[in-house]
């Protein structure tokens, strides 16, 4: 497996040899097989069907509540103004936030009034890397690139906007 960051696609062929990745830099891959993660695109039929707000997913308050002041979302299905990014309506799409979402939406229907704040971070391991972000890669205001590899680059964001 190897690993090009910071090059777009620019096609993917087949010959008698197999599969080709041509990437947006002239530079040709050999592949056995492919994967594609292009994103995701929030489930938002119920929430729709019940006449609720639809914003890049379920759209929510600071404390996750729904367009409807009964009914709340939690998850990767739902976007919501985060106060550390200033109110930057927000949606995140990992595990861990959909379980921490939960608990807290939990407490809030249980009465109280929390806005929710909680810091969005996730890890991933790749064979032997590991992927661990924290914050908003996109926030950053320093980007440290170091090469390790020909199909790998270390990147580092640090502080914020």
């Given at each position: 497996?190897?690993?090009k ?50 914003e ?44 921490d ?9 249980l009465?109280?009034t ?16 590991t ?23 270390r ?7």
């Amino acid at each position: 497996m190897e690993f090009k960051l910071g090059v777009g696609i620019g096609g993917i062929v087949w010959n008698h040899d197999g599969y080709y990745v041509l990437l947006a830099d002239g530079t040709t891959i050999p592949a056995d097989d492919i994967v594609v993660g292009i994103g995701a695109i929030p489930e938002t039929s119920l929430a729709e069907s019940c006449g609720l707000k639809i914003e890049n997913g379920i759209y929510v308050d600071e404390m996750l509540v729904t367009s409807d002041p009964d009914i709340f979302a939690a998850g990767d299905c739902c976007s919501f103004p985060h106060t550390l990014y200033e109110g930057r309506r927000i949606r995140l799409e990992a595990w861990r936030n959909a379980q921490d979402q939960g608990t807290h939406v939990a407490f809030n229907m249980l009465g109280a009034t929390d806005t929710y704040k909680a810091l969005p971070w996730f890890w991933s391991d790749q064979y032997d890397l590991t992927l661990q972000v924290s914050g908003l890669p996109d926030s950053g205001v320093l980007t440290v690139c170091q090469s390790i590899g020909p199909y790998f680059i270390r990147r580092t964001t640090a502080g914020f906007k």
